[in-house]
């Protein structure tokens, strides 16, 4: 165990309370995975941990109290059962208990409601250990209920399922399937973060769970999508607007929406950088290794890398734009060399 975990449980057992770590971190631990993020859950109320951490720079949320130490994001929650929840997402109330027991029936998998000791001892309500043995993902209780109290936990059984390799458990797919319209009600913030994270986990799995529970219009995701390799091509086939894309991906959106419809020139290719060209490549079914070929052959990078002398266009009065357009087209189609001479030359003949 980690010296700095063991101090921070040290620390809170010190004043007479119980803590244990729970969650993802004891599933890693006993899989033998690393991860920084430390979920600690105690008999201590939230405001006897602000004492225990006074002078400490903390943050308190959903009666969590989180801080930053050596690396590790750590989370402190008193035990507590949850009310009914409000739409679809967020506990009416929050109450403490006493009971480690009924603190681990608020949690979403088995596999994440395993308590561990500082002396290294498991505490296992919900047979945890033995799902993570057999590599499968259950809910703890209905199924059903747990995904209609936070649609949110759809997404997330999905993402873990990816990340563990494990199997989703019959009934909770099934709640999966019956449930999935409350996605609707989910923000697209939340969609939008949890979709990323399946796509960089697995993008294969990420289509292949998309098409098993037929998600496509929860997620606003177009049925006859074309599977990119590059997330930019993935949210083109969306209805991207309704999500809060950075703006670079926006603008590789933008192209691709210009260039979707047309057949590719040396010109294009020119002004498209190779990730645009491999997204317009899958979506448009072109070959991308001889269009990066085309590309790679273009003489000239840059159109600042054009030998001409602008103060002898001035002296002509000539329209420097039209030329500088009509000089690249000609240099990147192999029709004129990029050679000082050869240009002035083609200028006087062709413009005054």
Not at 112 to 128: A, E, Q, V
Not at 145 to 159: G, P, V
Not at 316 to 331: G, P, V
Request: with cysteine; net charge positive.
């Amino acid at each position: 165990m980690n010296k700095t975990i063991l101090e921070i449980m040290e620390k809170v057992q010190a004043e007479g309370f119980d803590i244990y770590l729970v969650g993802g971190f004891v599933r890693d631990f006993y899989m033998k995975n690393d991860t920084n993020d430390i979920d600690m859950a105690t008999n201590a109320k939230i405001e006897s941990l602000e004492k225990i951490f006074k002078g400490m720079e903390y943050t308190t949320n959903y009666n969590c109290l989180t801080f930053k130490k050596d690396g590790f994001l750590i989370q402190i929650s008193p035990y507590r059962k949850e009310g009914k929840y409000i739409n679809h997402r967020y506990p009416s109330k929050i109450k403490y208990t006493r009971s480690l027991k009924k603190d681990s029936n608020r949690r979403d998998f088995t596999c994440n409601s395993i308590y561990l000791s500082k002396d290294l001892k498991y505490i296992d309500f919900h047979n945890g250990i033995k799902d993570i043995d057999n590599k499968i993902l259950k809910s703890i209780g209905n199924s059903a209920q747990k995904l209609k109290e936070d649609s949110l936990r759809i997404l997330r059984t999905i993402r873990l399922a990816m990340k563990l390799g494990f199997k989703i458990d019959d009934e909770l797919s099934l709640a999966i399937k019956n449930n999935k319209k409350y996605l609707k009600e989910l923000s697209y913030t939340r969609k939008k973060e949890e979709i990323e994270k399946m796509f960089y986990i697995d993008k294969d799995k990420f289509y292949y769970y998309i098409d098993l529970y037929d998600l496509y219009d929860e997620l606003d995701i177009n049925k006859d999508i074309v599977k990119t390799s590059d997330i930019e091509g993935f949210w083109y086939q969306t209805n991207y607007y309704k999500y809060p894309l950075k703006k670079e991906t926006l603008r590789t959106i933008k192209k691709i929406e210009l260039y979707i419809n047309k057949e590719l020139t040396k010109d294009d290719l020119f002004y498209l950088e190779y990730n645009d060209i491999k997204i317009l490549s899958e979506l448009k079914n072109l070959n991308y290794d001889y269009l990066k070929q085309v590309k790679d052959s273009i003489k000239i990078k840059d159109i600042n890398d054009i030998f001409i002398d602008y103060s002898y266009l001035k002296n002509k009065k000539y329209n420097i734009t039209k030329i500088k357009e009509d000089i690249l087209h000609k240099i990147i189609n192999n029709e004129l060399d990029n050679n000082y001479n050869d240009i002035i030359s083609y200028i006087d003949n062709n413009y005054s």
